[in-house]
T-cell receptor
Framework: QQQVKQSPQSLIVQKGGISIINCAYE??????FPWYQQFPGKGPALLIA?????SEKKEGRFTISFNKSAKQFSLHIMDSQPGDSATYFC?????????????FGRGTQLTVWP | GAVVSQHPSWVICKSGTSVKIECRSL??????MFWYRQFPKQSLMLMAT?????????EQGVEKDKFLINHASLTLSTLTVTSAHPEDSSFYIC????????????FGQGTRLTVV
């Protein structure tokens, strides 16, 4: 059973537009929600992460919105650029101050057209 | 962020031989190492979790005698694919977390294994 459900599977956005990727989870014990960016042939790299005590976190053009009651979180990429074209994975984990195993979504392939 | 160095980045081996993949945490102590396998256009599939000095815990369906994991020190973990077959061809990725790295997991660059 997929612990974290991610949509859409693929996303095409024009340069300068907003990219939005959504994730949902069931396990209320999850307390760490990271987003990873992966380029072809490379390992994932942490983009931004949030804990459930805040509803939003922004770092540059990247924002996580978190809805604890709905058990959903999303990644917003503002002013999307061709260099943002990559696969994005949401994930969730338990463990408090010590990271437990990560449960990944299926991934979203983002293509930003110039 | 902290760095996990994974080698080799790609390897081609003959069927029946063994291949070792190394992951080193360069600037933190990886008390826990996660090993993943990733097929093209798919998500990461956790193979096993290892804590330094302990035996690895394998996920259901992963053959522990085929995928040998060693985590003998806080800065080095290895995955050995024994008697490799073409179906073992995949992208293998390690990830470490632990002291000095905060609550993040830091990923290696991945290893593309091709068994011919």
């Amino acid at each position: 059973q997929q612990q974290v459900k991610q949509s859409p599977q693929s996303l095409i956005v024009q340069k300068g537009g907003i990219s939005i990727i959504n994730c949902a989870y069931e396990n209320t014990a999850f307390d760490y929600f990271p987003w990873y960016q992966q380029f072809p042939g490379k390992g994932p790299a942490l983009l931004i992460a949030i804990r459930p005590d805040v509803s939003e976190k922004k770092e540059g053009r990247f924002t996580i919105s978190f809805n604890k009651s709905a058990k959903q979180f999303s990644l917003h990429i503002m002013d999307s650029q061709p260099g943002d074209s990559a696969t994005y994975f949401c994930a969730a984990s338990t463990g408090g101050s010590t990271l437990g195993r990560l449960y990944f979504g299926r991934g979203t392939q983002l293509t930003v057209w110039p | 962020g902290a760095v996990v160095s994974q080698h080799p980045s790609w390897v081609i081996c003959k069927s029946g031989t063994s291949v070792k993949i190394e992951c080193r945490s360069l600037d933190f102590q990886a008390t826990t190492m996660f090993w993943y396998r990733q097929f093209p256009k798919q998500s990461l599939m956790l193979m096993a979790t290892s804590n330094e000095g302990s035996k690895a815990t394998y996920e259901q369906g992963v053959e522990k005698d085929k995928f040998l994991i060693n985590h003998a020190s806080l800065t080095l973990s290895t995955l050995t694919v024994t008697s490799a077959h073409p179906e073992d061809s995949s992208f293998y990725i390690c990830s470490g977390s632990g002291t000095g790295g905060g609550t993040e997991a830091f990923f290696g660059q991945g290893t593309r294994l091709t068994v011919v």
